[in-house]
């Protein structure tokens, strides 16, 4: 035991300098290992393989590189939801137009649109830790696919190698990928959260919006344009979307109709897991790189948040509400306000009591009081909704939850 310890750790001293010689003439890197360990302690590297496989030894490691994966990627996931915690402190009070459609909908907190990403991203923290669960069940021992004769201790290598506890079928074991799909669709969804928000953010810059600016360092040129400052670290993250796509779709397709137990296709599970995991860990660091370096133009969004009737749906809430209507009676009345003001010209607030009153002689002044953007949020005080106040605990909440 102490000579295979000590070959071992002089063969990972030898790889991680850069020193180990592989020989292609050998089957495959444990082979070129066993092979090394019997030049340096001789026959003993004979023991090596007892009561294991390169079945279970290579499930047991993809295992143990996923879970110390899923913690890095936790980690980029925490550092970029505390900076939307952070933008989302700023602009408790800035208003911004809420969308459906791509239309103006009703007004919201600037904070209120950040905090709803971080909703997002605390999910997939979830999703990510959630896989913990599988990913602690230790495979070594399974052998091939039926366990081994020798006389082992399933349990005392799952407490060393710091899992939960052993699988429970030998078969299953070294035929399971599950946990390989539960990290490339964590990795999926995440992807789409990234792209989503991107693409907003792309909208957000555009010449026609013009709600934010994206910092220099953040935008290229065009090769003919010298005016042009082009989103596309933006395009970027939303386009390697693609990527997760095609790399849990080539899962699904491998293991589709894969019979138990072990056969060669499965190999091309740890390139489409290190290909999600790398590109996983870009995206979340260049989404955060770009949160931080974002400028609001916040009169142009107070200045969007007025226009389309913004506040009509508190307008048909006050007919329900203090006029006692039905919600569907409240609803077109509201409609026929609407029309007149458009052919006016006239935003809500702008037209004048007796012009209502035309409309719906119960009316009175203060009508106008919920005509207000800042009124309008303010009165969404539902658990959730976007009232200022709402904001502030939502905020505190989120800071504890992800401290």
Same mark, same amino acid.
């Given at each position: 035991?102490?000579?295979?310890?000590?070959?071992?750790?002089? *063969?990972?001293?030898?790889?991680?300098?850069?020193?180990?010689?592989?020989? $292609?003439?050998? $089957?495959?890197?444990?082979?070129?290992?066993?092979?090394?360990?019997?030049?340096?302690?001789?026959?003993?590297?004979?023991?090596?393989?007892?009561?294991?496989?390169?079945?279970?030894?290579?499930?047991?490691?993809?295992?143990?590189?996923?879970?110390?994966?899923?913690?890095? /990627?936790?980690?980029?996931?925490?550092?970029?939801?505390?900076?939307? *915690?952070?933008?989302?402190?700023?602009?408790?009070?800035?208003?911004?137009?809420?969308?459906?459609?791509? =239309?103006?909908?009703?007004?919201?907190?600037?904070?209120?649109?950040?905090?709803?990403?971080?909703?997002?991203?605390?999910?997939?923290?979830?999703?990510?830790?959630?896989?913990?669960?599988?990913?602690?069940?230790?495979?070594?021992?399974?052998?091939?696919?039926?366990?081994?004769?020798?006389? /082992?201790?399933?349990?005392?290598?799952?407490?060393?190698?710091?899992?939960?506890?052993?699988?429970?079928?030998?078969?299953?074991?070294?035929?399971?990928?599950?946990?390989?799909? %539960?990290?490339?669709?964590?990795?999926?969804?995440?992807?789409?959260?990234?792209?989503?928000?991107?693409?907003?953010?792309?909208?957000?810059?555009? %010449?026609?919006?013009?709600?934010?600016?994206?910092?220099?360092?953040?935008?290229?040129?065009?090769? /003919?344009?010298?005016? =042009?400052?082009?989103?596309?670290?933006?395009?970027?993250?939303?386009?390697?979307?693609?990527?997760?796509?095609?790399?849990?779709?080539?899962?699904?397709?491998?293991?589709?109709?894969?019979?138990?137990?072990?056969?060669?296709?499965?190999?091309?599970?740890?390139?489409?897991?290190?290909?999600?995991?790398?590109?996983?860990?870009?995206?979340?660091?260049?989404?955060?790189?770009?949160?931080?370096? *974002?400028?609001?133009?916040?009169?142009?969004?107070?200045?969007?948040?007025?226009?389309?009737?913004?506040?009509?749906?508190?307008?048909?809430?006050?007919?329900?509400?203090?006029?006692?209507?039905?919600?569907?009676?409240?609803?077109?009345?509201?409609?026929?306000?609407?029309?007149?003001?458009?052919?006016?010209?006239?935003?809500?607030?702008?037209?004048?009591?007796?012009?209502?009153?035309?409309?719906?002689?119960?009316?009175?002044?203060?009508?106008?009081?919920?005509? %207000?953007?800042?009124?309008?949020?303010?009165?969404?005080?539902?658990?959730?909704?976007?009232?200022?106040?709402?904001?502030?605990?939502?905020?505190?909440?989120?800071? *504890?939850?992800?401290?």
């Amino acid at each position: 035991k102490d000579k295979i310890l000590w070959g071992l750790k002089r *063969i990972q001293n030898e790889i991680e300098k850069k020193n180990f010689k592989f020989d $292609e003439n050998l $089957e495959d890197i444990h082979m070129n290992i066993e092979n090394r360990l019997f030049e340096l302690i001789g026959n003993d590297a004979g023991y090596l393989h007892s009561a294991r496989s390169r079945n279970d030894q290579v499930v047991t490691d993809l295992k143990l590189w996923l879970k110390k994966s899923t913690v890095e /990627i936790d980690s980029l996931l925490l550092k970029l939801i505390k900076s939307l *915690i952070k933008i989302s402190e700023k602009n408790i009070f800035s208003i911004m137009p809420g969308f459906t459609h791509l =239309k103006n909908a009703q007004p919201i907190s600037l904070a209120h649109y950040f905090l709803s990403n971080v909703e997002m991203f605390k999910r997939d923290r979830f999703r990510f830790s959630s896989n913990m669960k599988s990913l602690n069940q230790n495979p070594l021992g399974a052998g091939a696919f039926s366990g081994t004769s020798f006389n /082992i201790d399933r349990w005392y290598t799952t407490k060393k190698l710091k899992f939960e506890e052993p699988t429970n079928n030998s078969l299953d074991t070294v035929s399971d990928r599950d946990f390989v799909l %539960d990290f490339l669709h964590s990795s999926l969804v995440c992807s789409l959260h990234i792209s989503r928000i991107a693409e907003e953010l792309i909208i957000w810059n555009s %010449d026609a919006f013009n709600l934010i600016t994206l910092n220099d360092k953040l935008v290229t040129g065009s090769s /003919i344009m010298p005016q =042009k400052k082009n989103p596309d670290p933006l395009e970027y993250l939303r386009g390697k979307t693609g990527t997760f796509i095609g790399n849990i779709n080539s899962m699904i397709s491998i293991i589709k109709g894969l019979p138990l137990s072990y056969f060669k296709d499965l190999q091309d599970d740890k390139e489409l897991v290190f290909k999600s995991n790398d590109q996983l860990n870009i995206s979340l660091s260049l989404l955060n790189d770009v949160i931080k370096n *974002i400028v609001f133009n916040k009169k142009k969004m107070l200045s969007l948040a007025g226009i389309g009737f913004t506040t009509a749906t508190d307008l048909t809430d006050y007919m329900v509400r203090e006029l006692q209507y039905p919600f569907r009676k409240a609803y077109l009345q509201t409609a026929k306000i609407i029309n007149f003001a458009e052919k006016k010209n006239k935003k809500l607030h702008e037209l004048e009591l007796k012009e209502l009153n035309k409309i719906e002689p119960k009316l009175t002044a203060d009508v106008y009081k919920i005509l %207000d953007l800042y009124s309008s949020i303010n009165s969404k005080k539902s658990y959730g909704g976007t009232s200022f106040e709402n904001v502030k605990k939502m905020i505190k909440k989120a800071k *504890i939850k992800n401290d």
